[in-house]
């Protein structure tokens, strides 16, 4: 079952865990993470959710607003709009445990790539992926 969300908070705030400053010699992925893990969830965008996600990082309070994110943006995608590609793929590659974890997510997340069109093939057989993975 997903957290309930406030999007004032930070990942940290919500997961009640801060983690030490990154190393010196850390890469830009991990300092990346480590910032992004100290502003409010509703402030990140979708390519910023994409990277923490694509990490495992914070998925209880994340897959939520980024299943949200998806399924509103889903009908400008089907008109020929923009649609954020790094944030499905972010979403619909993480492995079937944590789906298992989020059934109603899936199934909300499911029903939203089934409407869309035109995804890239490396996109379109991910999607195919996850959709075949939750067969109800």
Known sequence: MSQPVDPTQ??????????PEPPE??????????ELRRRPVG?????ELARLITQD???PWLLPLAVRILRDTAPSQ???????????????????QVWEQFPDLARELKATVETLVDLSR??????????AARVR
């Open 10 to 19: 930070s990942l940290e705030r919500l997961e009640g865990q801060r983690w």
């Open 25 to 34: 010699d850390a890469t830009p992925l991990v300092r990346a993470v480590h």
């Open 43 to 47: 402030d990140l965008r979708p390519d």
């Open 57 to 59: 990082v914070g998925l």
């Open 78 to 96: 089907i008109a020929g709009g923009w649609y954020d590609d790094d944030l499905l793929y972010a979403v619909v590659t993480r492995k079937p």
């Open 122 to 131: 490396y996109l379109r057989e991910e999607v195919a992926a996850f959709c």
